[in-house]
């Protein structure tokens, strides 16, 4: 296929100033020529017969639309920051002068082997290191390229379709709808009222209108945030301008605020390891000193052992520095990051995961997140007669049944489409509620494709939340008529006649709209979504002149009722955010008699629960706003600014906001909340650009998915810290006591190294990857940013499993010899407490599973394979180290009686740390919720048990949630305000 322009051609259009491109575009013969030579059609989109062969030849003259991915580290530069430790390079160059020592200054035996496994063992750590590192950082581009793939809508062959962003190619026309991201580099070839925010690109904060004759570029990257559109694609991939812009960017990941958390204490801790390390040096120093001054004679092999003593230091400050909390909070990260997409939840922001999981206040959606956003036209109202099954049997004229039909099929968004199935419920393309009106115009045997292509449009006034209105506009015969459809309570205000079966017109009494009003009502207390549908026709309309709606002295139509069936999950769902202890919010645009109505099926709207409409809420002050809180469960015929609102005032009272959003005026609300919240399926690309968390099925069970993972992801970063703290406790004041006892270090640096790959790489390994428990929403929410990561309860089991493992290292150390009959601090000695030590962590390892007091410690023990493996994987090693280990790590082969008596001691820590977790302690702790929060969980518990067995649940306790849900009155003058019940 021979093609009659260049890709470096387009780009320069594109690139080109705009009276330079606009020459060369008049060059090629304009958007028809371009189209012409791009073989491609403005109206039909590419050729179907194209479509066999996979575009191929298209790709390669003008390539796909992959984006250049972000630069990222190799493993060897991660390898070689990870020996740029200030701590490895002294170790090594300790180790690499014991090296020295042992080969030009030797003593009995292979000296120089304990230097050489030193560098070996560095070697091990900064490889694990850097490989979880690059690990982590595959895991998060590949999250990136799942978060970056979105949906496209574009004509091929003369029909619309849906297909991937990466998908697309040179000569696509696509379909340009508010809210959307431009996918590629193109040009307009129909524009009604699109504007376009370049400001990503080009730093203009006015939003730009576009259109066929005047500005005709639309870059890749910006935001269609009015009107609609199609564009002709010009440039993708590499050759647009985002492109272009990413393969010049290299933005590195923030830390999340835990991140830094942890970043810190790693510090303080390491400053104490530092300390620990100078005094052992010192007191080591100090004896040798007393050694050397009683020796007869000097012997050079002395400096020898200062060499040991600085060695031995300087792994005590390696072991002490806790470089696995930052890792495991990345490791925890990256995998419920993978996990979370399985839940539906597509992360965008890291810090998201863990506020998630301290969110107090959820604002919801209705349509399509509590709701399954499938809509059925059921019954209404057309031209003075009642119906209530599809199609309506009625005696109206032809004519005004046609106009009704007519503004259904045209009064809509040209990319909003129904696909008709004989064996199941049809397809819904673009907005769902216009979908059930085309649902319900094709039941009724009427074909609005055809209606949209023998009629031309003058002007469509795309819907608004704030008119919650939507009009177009479309030349007669005798002038023009305008098809307005909206909120029935808004649109009646502008009607001032109504449509009679005959085709006749009366004047709109105020009597008649009560009734329509009243009439409106029945239908949304039923739960249905309300639609009023009128028309205008006028002698005069100019689209230039009319750049306002001309929505008034309207004939109403018809008013209907669309069914949105609440998902049958979402009160089960709603039931656990309740337990724990989120206050679940509905605000909706909708009526609020039908927002009312799903509110309750949802559980949302309580007895002594408060519903409001936006209007009513926009007039309040902050203080009548913050007074109304503690009740008010829903918010209806609300606008984007009364949702801000909303959240603004419930983060000013210090609450923890996830909102949801679809739309584009969502995006102040996403933005200002703490946890911005999008839907996949129906949100704009403005909204999902606004978000911290796309909810892929635009479900609100899947929120729920969100909150227990952000509680999972703290209380595995808490499981860890636990572990790694008592292990720092014990190494430490062993390691001092020994020297104290003038016994060296009971533990070697090589194995305190390997100690240090255990409670490190691999522990952050196995307890960062902990999947959630359901008892994490039987909870108080945690405010990670402002809570103290060691509890009472965790500093309780610190406590006391380090003195444990101080005891029995202490009783190995001094009683050893007596007990096994082994040489005094032999390798045999040495090898007892190594092997003690160690088992005493892994067992330790399965004790930190559990860090809020919880007993069984081998709850869904095996859910976690990656746990498993660690534990086995680790065992392994050490036998293999004790066994053959040698000189290399100081050890000598152990008897079996040996064996067990020193596995049975690290065993020791399971049953005490039950015997820990039953002593009691004031709880609190990181949620400030005392005992409060243990009361609380149990009672839920006992009462999912006695419900489950049909007993009556146990009346629940007086406490004061964070939230202050039930703490302040409302004022007087709100009492009995649109109450629940």
Known sequence: MAWEVDKETLVAIMEGSDEGSRVQYEQLGGVEGLADKLKTDIRDGLLA?????????????????????????????????????????????????????????????????????????VLLVTVVT??????????????????????????????????????????????VDCGDQIPADGIVVFADDLTVDQSVMTGETDSLEKSVDGDWKLMSGCQADAGMGRMMIIATGEQSQWGKTLMNLNQPRMETPLQQSLGDMAQMIGLGGMFVAVAVFIV??????????????????????????FIISVTIIVVAIPEGLPLAVTISLAYSMKQMVRDQNLVRKMAACETMGGATDICSDKTGTLTENKMTLEMGWIAGEEFTSVPPSLSVDNGVVHLVHEGIAINSAPSTRVEMHEDRPPTFVGNKTECALLVFSVHCGFDYEEIRKNTEVAKIYAFSSARKKMSAVLPTASGFRMYCKGAPEIVLRD????????????????????????????????????????????????????????????????????RDPIRKEVPEAV??????????????????????????EAGILTPGGLAMEGPEFAKLTDEQIDALLPRLQVLARSLPLDKLTLVQRLMANKHVVGVTGDGTNDAPALKQADVGLAMGIAGTDVAKEASDIIILDDNFNSIVFSVLWGRCIFDNIRKFLQFQLTVNFSALLVAFIGAMAQKGSPLKAIQLLWVNLIMDTMAALALGTERPHPDLLDRPPININKAWLLSNVMIKNIIGQGIYQVI????????????????????????????????????????????NGELNVFDKFFTNKIFGVVIVVTVVLQVVIVEFGGAAFHTAGLTWDQWIATILIGAGSLPLGLIIRVVPVPRMDAWGFGDIEQKLRSERKLNRLRAKHGHPPIAPSNFAMDNKANKHEPEDEYNGYNEGY
Not at 288 to 309: C, G, H, N, Q, T
Not at 550 to 562: K, S
Not at 822 to 848: C, G, K
């Open 495 to 562: 009607c001032i006649s109504v449509m009679k079966g005959d085709g006749s017109e009366v004047p709109l009494t105020e009597g008649m709209r009560t009734q329509l009003l009243e009439y409106q009502e029945s239908l949304a207390t039923k739960g249905l979504r309300t639609l009023c549908l009128c028309v205008r026709h006028m002698d005069e309309f100019n689209p230039a002149v009319e750049v306002d709606p001309p929505e008034t002295d309207l004939t109403v139509l018809a008013i209907v009722g669309i």
């Open 808 to 851: 029995i290292l202490c009783f190995i150390l001094f009683a050893g010899p007596l007990v096994w009959y082994v040489e005094d601090e032999s390798d045999y000695h040495y090898t007892l407490i190594f092997n003690a030590f160690v088992f005493a962590q892994i067992f330790n390892e399965i004790n930190s599973r559990k860090c």
């Open 49 to 121: 017969e194209e479509e066999s062969e996979g575009y191929r030849s298209r790709i390669f003259q003008y390539g796909d639309n992959q984006y250049p991915e972000a630069p990222t580290k190799s493993w060897l530069e991660l390898f070689w920051e990870a020996c740029q430790d200030t701590t490895i390079i002294i170790l090594c160059i300790a180790a690499l002068v014991s090296l020295a020592l042992g080969i030009f200054v030797p003593e009995e035996g292979a000296d120089w082997i304990e230097g050489a496994a030193i560098l070996i063992a």
């Open 284 to 309: 080591l120093m100090v004896y040798w000193s007393i050694d050397i001054y009683k020796a007869p004679e000097w012997e050079w092999e002395s400096l020898r052992e200062i060499v040991d003593f």
């Open 130 to 175: 850097a490989t979880n590192e690059y690990q982590q950082e595959q895991q998060f581009q590949e999250l990136n390229k799942v978060k970056e793939n979105r949906i496209v809508k574009v004509i091929r062959g003369g029909k619309q379709r849906e297909v991937s962003i990466h998908d697309i190619y040179v000569g696509d026309i696509c379909v």
């Open 575 to 600: 039931e656990k955010c309740q337990n724990a202890g989120l206050f679940v919010r509905m605000v909706t645009g909708d009526n609020i008699n039908t927002a009312k109505k799903i509110a309750e």
